[in-house]
C-alpha cells in the first residue's frame, strides 16, 4: 500500500525532499497529464515565437558584415513576444501545480481531473500574473540596491504564489504572510530552496545535453546559416519540454508552505485531533492507493 502523503505537518529539510519526490511519484500521470493540458498552449507559443526571434537576430546579423545586429533588431516586437510567451508559461506552471495540489488536499489526497484543475486555473491564472509582475520588479529592485535585500526577500517570495492559491489570499495578505511564515525560519528555508534548486537545474541539464553537443558541432563545422537555425529550434524546444522539472520546485514550495503554516499555527494538527475517533471518517482508499 502507498504511503498517505500528508502536506499538512511539520516537515525538516530531509522531509520536504522526500515528501516531494514520494508525491510526484504516486501522481506522475496526473500532475503530467495536468501540465501539458493546461500548459500545452503557452509551450508552444513560447517555442514558435523563441525561435522566429532567434531567426531573426541571425538573419539580421548575417546581414551585417562589421556591425552586427543592432538593438532594435534584437529587441523588436518579437522579442517582446516570447517574454510575454514565457511570461505565461511560468505562471500556468506555477497555478496548474499550486491548484492540483489545492485539490489533492481537499479530495482527500485523491488526485484531482483536469477538468477540476481548470476551474481554479481559470480563476487564480490572471491573479497570479498581474501580481507576479509586481513581485518581479520589487525583487529587481531588492537586487540592484544591494544583492544581500534580493537573497533576503527571495525565500518569501518563494512561496508567495503558493500562499495566494493555497490560502485564496490576494496580494496585500499573501504579501505579508508570506514575510510572516519565513521570519522564524529563513535559513531553513532557504536551504531547502537552494537544494531543490540544484535537483532541478540538473535534471534540466540532461534535456539540455544534447543541443549543448549540437552547438559544438555547429561551432566546429564552420556555423552554416541552416545549421544554426537548426541548432536554435533544437535548444528552443529543449529549454521549454525542460520546464516540466518545474514541477519538482512547485511541489516542494508547497511541502515548504505547510510546514511553515504548521509551525506557526499547528492547523493540520488540530484537525487531525478533531478527527481522532470519529467513527463517521471514511476508511475507503482510493484505487490508486493500492
Known sequence: MKENIEFKQIRDFEGVISGTLLFIKQNIKALLKTFFSLCGVFILGGVLSSVFMQWHILDSSSGYAYGGSTLSNIFGWRYWFATLFSILNYTAMCVSILSFISLYIAKGNVAPTVEEVWSYFKYYFFRVFWSGFLIYILWIICTVLCLIPGIYVTPAFSIFFAVMVLENADFGNAFSRSFALV?????LTF????????????CMSVVYAPSYILMMVSTFSGSDLQLLKGYHVF?????????????????????????????KESQGLMERIEEFGNTQASVVHPDEDY
Open 235 to 263: 535548444t528552443s524546444i529543449s529549454i521549454y519540454i525542460a520546464q516540466v522539472f518545474a514541477i519538482i520546485p512547485l511541489v516542494a514550495i508547497a511541502f515548504i508552505y505547510f510546514s511553515l503554516a504548521e509551525r
Open 191 to 202: 536551504a531547502t530552496l537552494l537544494v531543490i534548486g540544484i535537483i532541478t537545474a540538473v
Open 183 to 187: 521570519k522564524q525560519n529563513w535559513w
